[in-house]
């Protein structure tokens, strides 16, 4: 059974960084491509980025050269470092696989840009 738990959240200037963190349990991730979505209040979840491993990454244009997506799978965690945050930023933070499977979507964790 898999599970992936998010945490890392927080309420931040604008300007300030956050690190995200994912751990999965059970076979998510493996060799497959994990992706980090968000949400935002009133809008669709959307991709943010996404990584098979090292340099293979995407990142959507909102979130590039602002965003670091890694992985460590020795410890069965995906990163998301946040820099330079934005109040459009702001929303609740998934990690799935991408493409994303419905039954691997977990609490997700809140960032808050506000100043």
């Known amino acids: 059974q898999v599970q992936l738990v998010e945490s890392g959240g927080g309420l931040v200037q604008p300007g300030g960084s956050l690190t995200l963190s994912c751990v999965a349990s059970?076979?998510?991730?493996?060799?497959?491509?994990m992706a980090w979505y968000r949400q935002a209040p009133g809008k669709e979840r959307e991709l943010v980025a996404h990584?098979?491993?090292?340099?293979?990454?995407y990142y959507s244009d909102s979130v590039k050269g602002r965003f670091t997506i890694s992985r460590d799978n020795d410890k069965n965690t995906v990163y998301l470092q946040m820099d330079g945050l934005k109040p459009e930023d702001t929303g609740v933070y998934f990690c799935?696989?991408?493409?994303?499977?419905?039954?691997?979507w977990g609490q997700g964790t809140q960032v808050t840009v506000s100043s």
């Open positions: 799935n696989r991408f493409p994303w499977i419905e039954e691997y």
């Open positions: 059970g076979s998510a991730l493996n060799s497959n491509i």
């Open positions: 990584i098979l491993r090292g340099t293979n990454t």
